[in-house]
Structure formats: structure tokens, C-alpha cells
């Protein structure tokens, strides 16, 4: 019995993945910019995007969202010298081209610091410690600001009231820097598994709580990653160099 010819299956057509490229950026947010919450900068990105007119990679789901990545959320009132977000784009764009069309968005109260684009299976930014200055008001007694720092590095262990419990921490590993400098506390604080320290608790153990009603400004001068990137490749790392805005690799 001859079997009747079948037809000739078509190749199926190959699967498409979508692009996503992630891109590293370091800003300053300063001024009246650093008075809006977390939540408020996320969404400042998510409208920058779309006016440089940017691809981003979006979430799945029902009410996709530009993929937009902070490795640590800053306080209210802080303003920040050195930021990260990292953006996922669904282009291909060299860092120099994603750098000035961030740029000549001229948000204000935002500075571009760097852009960096990440190799394929970079790990994503994860917090490893963050850096402060704290101005020390006028009219204190800057002896008992040291006094009350030695103090504090004397003490194995200090407690926070946090949410309703007491959290207990580790002087020397999550203050590993407390100094005076200039007129200003240096302080580094790691992030850990448990709660992190955050300035204004330094203050409280210090016993100086009313230091920001009396005119003291906390800033973020560091972000410090696990995994850091930089290259000397302008096809993958730009910096600015803010003192005459140049723009270097």
C-alpha cells in the first residue's frame, strides 16, 4: 500500500530573546533633590527614561516595569555625592552615548557621575558598605564629640530601637571608621545580614540626637559594591570628572 507524499514542514522560525543589556550608573543627588523619598527616585528614573528616550528591559507580568535596581535606599533629607542604579536596556548603547543623553536631560539636584556597562552575567550591585559625613553644628564642643567616639569604639556591642524591637550591634564590624575630620564625623558603615546602622542612629548612641535640628547635614560620600566595575574600555566604563566636567575613561 503507497503512502501519500506529506508535505514539506517549514523550519519554524527561531526564537527571539529579547535584549537586555544592564548598565551601572553612579549620580550625585543633591539640593532639593534630596528631599524626595526612595520611592520618589525610582520613579524620577523611570521618567528620565522615557524622556532621553531610552528602550529599557521591562518586568513580566501584568503591569510591566522598566527593570531599575538600587543597591541601597537613602534616607530622607541626605543628600549623596555617590549613588548607584542600575538600568536594564533592551539597546545596545555605549556608555559615552547613554552618559549624555542622561545628561542633557538636565534634571536638577542630578549630576551623572559614571556609566558603566556591565558584562553578561555580572553580578547585579549589592551593598558592601556605605561612607558619611557628618557636619558637626557650630558652637559644639568638639572635645566631647571626640570623647563621646572613643567611647562608643570602646563598646563591643550597642542596641537601636528598631520597628518596635531592639536590634543589637557590633561596634567594630558595623562602624568599622568613626573619626573627626575637619569639623565633620567620618563614619563607614557596613551593611550586613541583620539591620544596618544608619547616621542618624551613630548620633543617638553618641548622645548628639539633636544635631540635625541644630543644623547638621549628613551626606553620602561612598557607595562601596561587592563587585565594582571600572575599565579603562570607553566601550564599557565613562567617568566624569566633575572639577572641569570632562568626561574621562
Not at 568599622?176 to 565633620?184: G, K, L, M, V, Y
Request: glycine residues 4%; proline residues 7%.
Amino acid at each position: 500500500m503507497s503512502q501519500e507524499p506529506t508535505e514539506p514542514q517549514s523550519p519554524q522560525p527561531p526564537v527571539l530573546v529579547p535584549l537586555r543589556i544592564r548598565y551601572r550608573i553612579r549620580f550625585e543627588k543633591k539640593d532639593l533633590l534630596r528631599w524626595i523619598s526612595h520611592r520618589d527616585l525610582a520613579r524620577l528614573w523611570e521618567r528620565i527614561i522615557r524622556r532621553v528616550a531610552l528602550k529599557p528591559s521591562m518586568t513580566e507580568g501584568f503591569h510591566p516595569k522598566p527593570r531599575i535596581g538600587f543597591p541601597s535606599a537613602l534616607a530622607l533629607g541626605v543628600e549623596s555625592f555617590d549613588e548607584v542604579v542600575e538600568l536594564d536596556l533592551a539597546e545596545d548603547l555605549a556608555p559615552l552615548e547613554l552618559l549624555t543623553r542622561l545628561e542633557n536631560d538636565n534634571q536638577p539636584g542630578l549630576t551623572i557621575r559614571s556609566v558603566g556597562k556591565l558584562p553578561e552575567g555580572f553580578k547585579k550591585a549589592q551593598l558592601l558598605r556605605s561612607d558619611y559625613t557628618l557636619s558637626i553644628p557650630d558652637g559644639t564642643d568638639v572635645l566631647k564629640v571626640q570623647d563621646a567616639i572613643e567611647n562608643l569604639k570602646q563598646q563591643e556591642t550597642v542596641s537601636i530601637q528598631r520597628k518596635k524591637k531592639q536590634v543589637v550591634a557590633k561596634v567594630a564590624t558595623q562602624i568599622p571608621t568613626i573619626e573627626i575630620d575637619d569639623q565633620q564625623i567620618r563614619i563607614s558603615l557596613a551593611a550586613t545580614d541583620a539591620a544596618s546602622l544608619k547616621p542618624n542612629d551613630v548620633l543617638d548612641l553618641l548622645g548628639f540626637d539633636d544635631w540635625i535640628e541644630n543644623g547638621c547635614l549628613i551626606s553620602r560620600v561612598r557607595v562601596a559594591l561587592e563587585s565594582e566595575f571600572e575599565s579603562d574600555d570607553p566601550n564599557q566604563f565613562v567617568r566624569v570628572n566633575l572639577s572641569d566636567t570632562t568626561k574621562t575613561t
